[in-house]
């Protein structure tokens, strides 16, 4: 049980520029609910009270949002307090007890220039632990800045100065005008294949959605690499990751338990990140993540071993180059309505492109390092997800 004490509205500690921002391309085509993400402290050595940390969190938040003043454009921050205990998480695996942790604003009721842009919870367990609760908009940042911003913010909490400053201008992922049309064929705006015999995914669409926690030991994940690389064919030189032989494993496995005819046309979407692959800055803030498909029949992807599925993601990112990438962007502004893309994935959304069965989308985290975040009373003992909604 959650009790929510005081609410606080945080503002940059200086004047910060007031003027629209664009968004790109890349940001248009987001998900318009928040990524949300909790960490857990364990009760601090130094004995720092509850309240003492919402103050430093609070003042340090004020503080770096002069650098990434983007994210006050709406702001909420939340202190409470929980009869819960870390132990009582049981892996984090509760997706209940964890989206208690994170603010709750309603993404359905709200238009879209009223949303905040950046929700905090800090909540004191009765450990004497604390969580910290970040929901962040998926339109603003994407997995690598959203880890930016954490770990200045955690920075400037300790006492620090800022390590690296944002790159704010988004411009440099806009199209040109006028907008040419795409040099290349694009799968991300392209209606997802249906099961066999069916005329839309309405009945799919609806179908209950559970939340299961799977855990793969190091050495699970090392025997699927090392299956995927065994046999691999010689026209792919380069290794497979560890992400692309657990997403390929995921998918052949995903198409079997679904019982598909062998012609069966499934999709599986990967996020490829574009940075190295366009000129961009290093701190570059802003949505860098593209969707990518990687496709098949069912059949060929049952029969055919480990290395095949995860060819078939191979060849969907290696197509992604600089112009690519521009093709892509001009197909995205040429889209007449965005809206339903960014909510076809949603748990409960009844618009857009259906990612579930046949299809599955993945993403990974595994290069994202949001691990060891301290702000000043030791290092999150952990981080991860406040809930999963998303369907397929």
Same mark, same amino acid.
């Given at each position: 049980m959650v009790n929510v004490g005081q609410c606080f509205v945080i503002t940059p500690a200086r004047p910060t520029p007031t003027a629209p921002m664009c968004l790109s391309e890349l940001d248009q085509e987001k998900t318009v609910a =928040?990524? +949300?993400? *909790?960490?857990?402290?364990?009760? %601090?050595?130094?004995? /720092? &009270?509850?309240?003492?940390?919402?103050?430093?969190?609070?003042?340090?938040?004020?503080?770096?949002?002069?650098?990434?003043?983007?994210?006050?454009?709406?702001?909420?921050?939340?202190?409470?307090?929980?009869?819960?205990?870390?132990?009582?998480?049981?892996?984090?695996?509760?997706?209940?007890?964890?989206?208690?942790?994170?603010?709750?604003?309603?993404?359905?009721?709200?238009?879209?220039?009223?949303? =905040?842009? +950046?929700? *905090?919870?800090?909540?004191?367990? %009765?450990?004497?632990? /604390? &969580?910290?609760?970040?929901?962040?908009?998926?339109?603003?940042?994407?997995?690598?800045?959203?880890?930016?911003?954490?770990?200045?913010?955690?920075?400037?909490?300790?006492?620090?100065?800022?390590?690296?400053?944002?790159?704010?201008?988004?411009?440099?992922?806009?199209?040109?005008?006028?907008?040419?049309?795409?040099?290349?064929?694009?799968?991300?705006?392209?209606?997802?294949?249906?099961?066999?015999?069916?005329?839309?995914?309405?009945?799919?669409?609806?179908?209950?959605?559970?939340?299961?926690?799977?855990?793969?030991?190091?050495?699970?994940?090392?025997?699927?690499k090392d299956i995927a690389n065994k046999t691999r064919p010689a026209y792919i030189p380069r290794p497979f990751s560890q992400f692309e032989a657990v997403a390929g494993h995921m998918w052949r496995c995903a198409t079997m338990a679904r019982g598909h005819h062998p012609m069966q046309p499934t999709k599986l979407f990967i996020p490829v990140s574009i940075r190295g692959r366009m000129p961009l800055p290093k701190w570059y803030f802003g949505n860098a993540i593209m969707k990518q498909a990687a496709c098949s029949h069912s059949g060929e992807l049952v029969k055919q071993p480990l290395p095949y599925a995860c060819g078939k993601m191979r060849e969907a990112v290696e197509i992604v180059t600089e112009d690519y990438v521009k093709s892509a962007l001009d197909d995205t502004k040429r889209q007449p309505d965005l809206t339903p893309f960014r909510t076809s994935h949603t748990i409960g959304s009844t618009t857009g492109c259906f990612d579930g069965n046949p299809n599955m989308e993945i993403i990974s985290w595994l290069g994202i390092p949001f691990e060891g975040l301290d702000f000043g009373w030791g290092k999150c003992v952990y981080v991860g997800p406040a809930t999963i909604n998303v369907d397929g």
């Open positions: =928040p990524a +949300l993400t *909790v960490y857990f402290y364990r009760p %601090s050595s130094d004995s /720092i &009270s509850f309240a003492a940390a919402s103050q430093v969190h609070r003042d340090s938040l004020s503080q770096v949002l002069v650098h990434f003043y983007p994210l006050a454009g709406r702001l909420h921050f939340i202190a409470a307090t929980s009869s819960a205990k870390i132990e009582d998480f049981r892996d984090f695996a509760l997706p209940n007890e964890l989206r208690s942790l994170v603010p709750v604003v309603s993404y359905d009721a709200s238009d879209l220039h009223e949303l =905040p842009l +950046l929700m *905090v919870q800090l909540t004191e367990l %009765s450990c004497g632990g /604390i &969580s910290l609760g970040i929901g962040v908009s998926n339109i603003m940042v994407d997995g690598t800045c959203a880890s930016h911003f954490m770990d200045e913010w955690a920075r400037m909490a300790r006492g620090d100065p800022i390590g690296n400053q944002p790159f704010l201008d988004r411009s440099v992922l806009l199209t040109a005008d006028p907008t040419l049309p795409p040099r290349f064929k694009h799968e991300r705006f392209v209606p997802n294949p249906l099961l066999i015999g069916q005329s839309d995914d309405h009945e799919e669409h609806n179908k209950e959605t559970k939340i299961v926690m799977l855990h793969l030991s190091k050495e699970q994940v090392q025997k699927l």
